[in-house]
């Protein structure tokens, strides 16, 4: 790929040698699961594509033509049909070698052609550094491989084996390859079920991302093998036990998690590493369904079943076609086991996804719908296709780009309409967020909501098994503060169009007060230039796209300012001090109900919001309007006053270039040079300290308040799963009130 950071150079060093697959050992892996190959074909794809590449080298020295049979070699490990693999040897050819479409279609067929231009088109669309050209071609990209699922399957192992080759590349460029990685490549794998690519995926790109983070985790992973090992392979042995005695075949493994999928824990859970009880799982693998079941049945009445802990995957399966049942026991040693129990061909479709369900069928190989629907499977690319709603409904922008990554991340809930529909959400989904899953109009209307027959909130966060029906209003349009009710990209893309119109205005206004307010500073002013020029070079089509662009925090007023007069190059402020999230200037943070003229507003110190974080406004008679986190213990006490309550959100000024206060409550070990341990990491994660309190000092423990200036929500919870990591740290968590 010409964008990437192994494509080929005529100046890279000399060429090594590498074990690449040979010609006969390709053909033979695929006629190994298809009899049925085209041999010749596979044969010509192989020679063309080592002449077309000739003498081109990767960043590491090796010749490039290894990277498309390598490639190949991958997509041969899940059984994949002729058309892929041939695929994968000429993915590269139209991009970095004078080949064109047509030279495809007329020595490989129509077939190859469309798939190569569709990986092709991809390549041409790697994600940019410039955020506005990173949200168009993220755009595109789901469009493009939202057609032909075997596109997206040559693009993953095209970049897991550009990632196990990351290490020859700039150190700059390897950051922006993995967090593109970890923020798009691995949650569409996921989206379709490919767990073996995305989770190595993951786990390269947790490698260059935070070797730190990722070396800790390893040791203490290290330290418990040592000291559990053995205790999981005899837990192993006693499951199995136990299940053949009630007559049930079986074979049980143990497992243990990946330092990513710890690391992505640690985030999520206000625990420490020793805290986290499922490091260790068992997958129970069975012949039957109805094995799984009469299996479960039998774990449970041996060991005590943890509450709240059981998910049914079999009869309500994943998006993503996964089926399994999870529960977990107090099992042998009183040691709390996560269990996985699923057939076999669950296990395969779990680890391989759709690429589980290729297979020689009639005399043919290719994809086995009827095989898909009949393990109770979906539409491997329904998943892309509520991505390309989300695109559908969105306006574009670097708003679009985290919408499409909240579909990709989230995990689920099962909700019914009130005639027995199943619809599915992300955990923490709200009503506005099922209002939009039903129909757009339904969403755009909403009003109110009952769950289970009851008036409730909006603000509700549904439950699985919850029937929901969403009381209609006239046609509306949907206010600013709602997109705090909700947690899915296509909700919250359809309430920011309607927000974008009914804004442009305001927009429109603070754009060109804030050009002319920059240029007078300079000794300048608007009257002495046509825009015309400008425009042009932006790339804009009005004046109004320019100061709407600047009112949005889109283009950076000095960019444009220079642009209109050169000689101010350089003479203007970076613009690179954050401004600190404080009172005086809360009207510039946060907008919403509640922000009538002469209310004074004011961030609340019992759980301190910063930019990120979900944000209800309170409003109390002399006080004024407080601002808290949605989840602040303080809101308690204004339950059932819903009179007080204040939908708000945070301004586009608040999300760049702010710097805010996170207070946090860690639980520590009470041993000599902790607390500088624990300032090492905060720093590390670039955090600043800006106060430290100890309290509840005993001789082995103690609790201490820091409170430590951060950019974002997401980067207090990046210096959370630091200090979680860290053996020293027994809990860290923010203060709630």
């Known amino acids: 790929m010409a964008n990437d950071a192994t494509s080929p150079s005529e100046s890279a060093p000399a060429a090594k040698r590498v074990s690449v697959l ?51 070699g ?91 080759t990351l290490q020859y590349v700039k150190p700059e460029k390897r950051e922006r390859i993995s967090r593109e990685t970890l923020e798009v490549y691995a949650p569409l794998g996921r989206s379709i079920g490919i767990h073996r690519i995305a989770s190595e995926l993951e786990e390269l790109a947790f490698e260059h991302l935070n070797p730190t983070a990722r070396t800790a985790i390893e040791r203490r992973l290290e330290a418990l093998k040592l000291e559990h090992g053995r205790a999981t392979d005899k837990v192993a042995a006693e499951i199995q036990k136990v299940l053949s005695e009630a007559g049930i075949r079986a074979r049980v493994y143990g497992r243990q998690k990946t330092p990513y999928s710890i690391w992505r824990k640690l985030q999520r859970k206000s625990v420490g ?45 994943k998006s993503n076609n996964y089926r399994s049942l999870h529960t977990t026991v107090v099992g042998p040693g009183g040691l709390r086991i996560e269990m996985q129990i699923r057939t076999e061909a669950m296990d395969r479709v779990a680890e ?56 990709m991340y989230l995990d689920q809930v099962f909700v019914f309409t009130p005639k027995g529909m199943l619809i599915t959400l992300p955990q923490g989904g709200m009503p506005l967020d099922f209002a939009y899953a039903v129909h757009t109009e ?34 509306r349009e949907a206010p600013a503060d709602w997109r705090s009710l909700t947690v899915t990209g296509r909700a919250r893309s359809a309430i920011r169009r309607h927000i974008r119109h009914a804004e442009r205005d305001e927009f429109l206004k603070l754009g060109k ?18 825009l015309k020029p400008t425009l042009e070079t932006l790339a804009l089509g009005s004046e109004d796209d320019l100061f709407d662009a600047i009112g949005r925090g889109r283009l950076p007023v000095n960019k444009v300012a220079e642009t209109l007069f050169p000689a101010l190059k350089g003479t203007l402020a970076t613009g690179t001090e954050r401004t600190k999230i404080a009172d005086d200037k809360a009207r510039l943070f946060v907008r919403g109900g509640g922000l009538t003229p002469g209310v004074s507003i004011h961030f609340g110190e019992c759980c301190t919001p910063v930019p990120g974080d979900r944000i209800v406004g309170i409003l109390e008679p002399e006080k004024g309007l407080t601002v808290h986190v949605i989840d602040c213990q303080r809101l308690a006490d204004f339950a059932d006053d819903d009179s007080v309550w204040n939908d708000l959100q945070w301004t586009p000024e608040a999300e760049k270039g702010t710097v805010g206060m996170a207070r946090f409550r860690a639980t ?22 800006l106060n430290l309190k100890m309290a509840h000092r005993q001789s082995d423990f103690f609790d201490v308040d820091l409170d430590v200036e951060v950019a974002d929500a997401k980067h207090a919870t990046t210096i959370m799963a630091a200090l979680r990591a860290n053996p020293s740290v027994d809990t860290v968590e923010r203060s709630r009130g």
């Open 74 to 164: 991958i997509l041969t490990d899940y059984r994949l049909d002729t058309a892929t693999i041939v695929t994968a040897l000429l993915h590269d050819v139209v991009e970095d070698t004078s080949a064109t479409r047509d030279d495809i279609a007329r020595k490989f067929g129509e077939e190859v052609a469309v798939l190569v231009e569709g990986v092709t088109k991809l390549s041409r669309l790697e994600l940019q550094a410039e955020h506005t050209r990173q949200a168009e071609n993220l755009r595109k990209f789901i469009l493009a491989i939202s057609r032909d699922v075997r596109v997206l399957l040559v693009k993953l192992a095209d970049r897991l084996h550009n990632m196990r």
């Open 668 to 689: 520590i070990k009470n041993a000599p040079g902790v607390l500088g341990q624990v300032a090492t990491v905060i720093g590390e994660a670039g955090g600043n300290i």
């Open 352 to 407: 391989d996804g759709v690429a589980a369900h290729w297979a020689y069928k009639n005399k043919s190989y290719g994809f086995d719908q009827e095989a898909m629907e009949r393990e109770g499977g979906r539409d491997p690319l329904q998943n892309l296709r509520h991505l390309v709603q989300v695109i559908e409904h969105g306006e574009g922008g670097e708003d679009w780009v985290e919408h499409a990554k909240l579909e």
């Open 513 to 530: 007060t804030t050009l002319e307010a920059t240029l007078t500073r300079a000794g300048k002013t608007l009257a002495e230039v046509t």
């Open 442 to 475: 339904v969403g755009d209307t909403a009003v109110g909501v009952k769950i289970n027959g009851e008036l409730k909130p909006m603000r509700t966060r549904l439950q699985n098994g919850d029937v929901v029906e969403i009381i209609r209003g006239k046609k």
């Open 273 to 317: 590493f020793s805290s986290l009880s499922d490091i260790y799982g068992f997958r129970v693998l069975l012949e039957a369904e109805d094995d799984c079941y009469r299996a479960l049945g039998v774990i449970h009445r041996n060991w005590p079943m943890v509450p709240e802990r059981f998910k049914d995957f079999i009869s309500t399966p």
């Open 22 to 72: 040979r010609q006969f050992e390709l053909v033979e892996a695929v006629r190994a699961y298809d009899p049925t190959a085209d041999e010749d074909l596979l044969n010509r794809a192989y020679v063309y594509a080592m002449k077309m590449h000739g003498s081109q080298l990767r960043a590491s020295g090796d010749p490039y033509f290894a990277h498309p049979i390598q490639v190949a």
